[in-house]
């Protein structure tokens, strides 16, 4: 499991980009925040726990999401590869990104 985000200072602006976490490719469409788990309190602990994620999708083909895990007092936070990138892959990358997915269909990471 990767733990980290990725980011790559722009010193022209003063920014910093968000990162694909396998190949370090800078451009990144944000995807949808999603709700994807929650695990309610026991009685030792009745406060639920819930897992948030927050979807990218890659021009190096990735797809993957930043999850929060929501616990009492805390916030984890971790990476998950939906779909690996193309450059991860050792593969060419094909300009239509439709290609590109179809060359990782069934690819696991």
């Known amino acids: 499991m990767l733990t980290t985000v990725g980011f790559r200072d722009i ?9 694909c976490p396998l190949c370090t490719h800078d451009q990144n469409q944000i995807g949808s925040w999603t709700l994807i788990d929650v695990v309610p309190g ?16 890659g021009g190096c083909g990735c797809l993957w999401e930043l999850r929060f895990k929501i ?13 690996p990138c193309i450059n991860r892959a050792g593969l060419q990358q094909p300009a239509d990104p439709e290609a590109a997915a179809k060359a990782l269909e069934g690819y696991e990471l």
């Open 71 to 83: 616990l009492p007092g805390r916030v984890d936070s971790y990476i998950h590869i939906l779909r």
């Open 11 to 19: 010193a022209a602006s003063g920014s910093s980009r968000i990162v």
């Open 42 to 57: 026991e009685a030792a602990s009745p406060v639920k726990t819930s897992v948030h994620a927050l979807g990218f999708e």
